[in-house]
């Protein structure tokens, strides 16, 4: 009797193994079609929309940016890996966090907030259709009660063990070591680029600190010379160009201006890099100047820039017009090209048609003026002759030339070192501003002093007089700034620059 039982034990025993395989395999298709079906969320992640998922593909995460490519982090094991996808930038918010630069200080922690959040919400809804799925997929196939409840068991004990290898397995430190595919395989080496310049400018701001409180030290050595051009009462106007939100621009401006006791700043453009509103924010820092600014609208300058600049207390804009600083009249236009705006053409007859327009102008006032305000050169070239001097930028190489009717054609380096872009060269761009001496009773140019401030690397500040001999024969002539008396011109010899960007 004993020997027919052992088939039949083997016989219950593969039935019994055959039913569980089917419940389990019932359970692990059900889930998975769960998972693929419900197993989603749209969430905003900072200021992008974005899906988030949990897909049967094997553990770690990956965020995809289309159509850049993808990162991927071997984050922990499991049979489900996260799945983000980045699906477009909403408007508002992204327009909400430009508006405010202020928000930028928490939109890490606003971006781990939304990320932990969706994460979450994903999870459980992973897990409820996994057990979901799992359940209706047993009632559907096997119709039975009992086969159900099985299901619901199997299906809660594959989530909860999915769950629990994932927690094992965590691996953090992976985050910082992503895999990068699609274009995003630069990725690398953009970063690294950034963080680098960021830690140059780091450095660079802290030794501009140190030089440019060294400005008031050469200024106390060149104030035991002779007042410029013999006259003790000279109007003395500061001379800057292309600042580019560098904040060491700024501070050279304001300790020049202070130490120079100068009557008023000329600023010939580029205030700011694209225009932005975020940008404009550190314009506010001309308002603290206690002497007038005139200002004209360079090639990086918006029409809004240029209507903070005028909303500052002290502050004037030119655009074809004039403004009498310290008794000195200073007329200006101002670049007609807007770079940040790729439709814009502003070709070279733009550029000269624009300083045409000035000299028009010019030709319709009582008196000449003193001194033009222009962004480019080129613009200056239709006011030889017709104003004596005429200050200009764009180009971050400072330049004094005669241009062919005598005026005297002064072209600015870079006071904000090309901003952080001038980091990227092998030497940064020195900072470069001039202050200009003038004849109060005449407005003749009769003097002035050349700043430099050596780029990341470079210790030294130099200031060079020139001072302008009148003229012999009463033909309105100047002296030639490109041939200062020796030792004098230094705006040159501060190293290589990086390529400016006009």
Known sequence: MSEPSTPSRRSRALRRAGRWTVRVVIALVGAFLGILVLGRVAAPIGPFDATVAFRPFGGGADLDIPPLGALEVDAYDGPLRLEIQLSRVDEIRAQALAADPSRLDGVVDRVSADLRDAVERVALLTALAAVGGATLTSLLVLRRRRETVIALGLSTALVAGTGGLAAATWRPEALSQPTYTGLLVNANSLIGSAQDIVARFDAYRASLEDLVANVSTLYSTLSTLPPPGGRADSVALLHVSDLHLNP????????????????????????????????????????????????????????????????????????????????????????????????????VESLEETGEGLAEFVDDLPDPPSIALVHDPKQAVPLDGVVPVVLAGHTHEREVTELDDGTLLMVQGSTGGAGLRGLQGEYPEPLTCTVLYLDPDTGALTAYDQITLGGLGETEVT??????????????GTEDGDQPPAGTEDGDDTGTPASPTG
Do not use: C, M
Not at 289 to 315: C, E, K, M
């Open 248 to 347: 060491a621009g700024f501070d050279l401006v304001r300790q020049v201006a202070a130490q120079f006791e100068v009557d008023g700043v000329l600023d010939t453009g580029d205030i700011t890099d694209w225009g932005s509103e975020p940008e404009n924010r550190l314009i506010s820092s001309i308002g603290t100047l206690d002497v007038p600014y005139v200002f004209i609208r360079g090639n990086h300058d918006s029409a809004v820039t240029a209507g903070l600049v005028a909303s500052q207390p002290n502050a004037t804009v030119l655009d074809d017009s004039a403004v009498t600083v310290a008794g000195i009249e200073v007329v200006g236009t101002p670049d007609p090209r807007f770079t940040p705006d790729q439709g814009a053409t502003g070709d």
């Open 463 to 476: 200031i060079g007089r020139v001072v302008i001999e009148p003229p012999s024969d009463g033909d309105g």
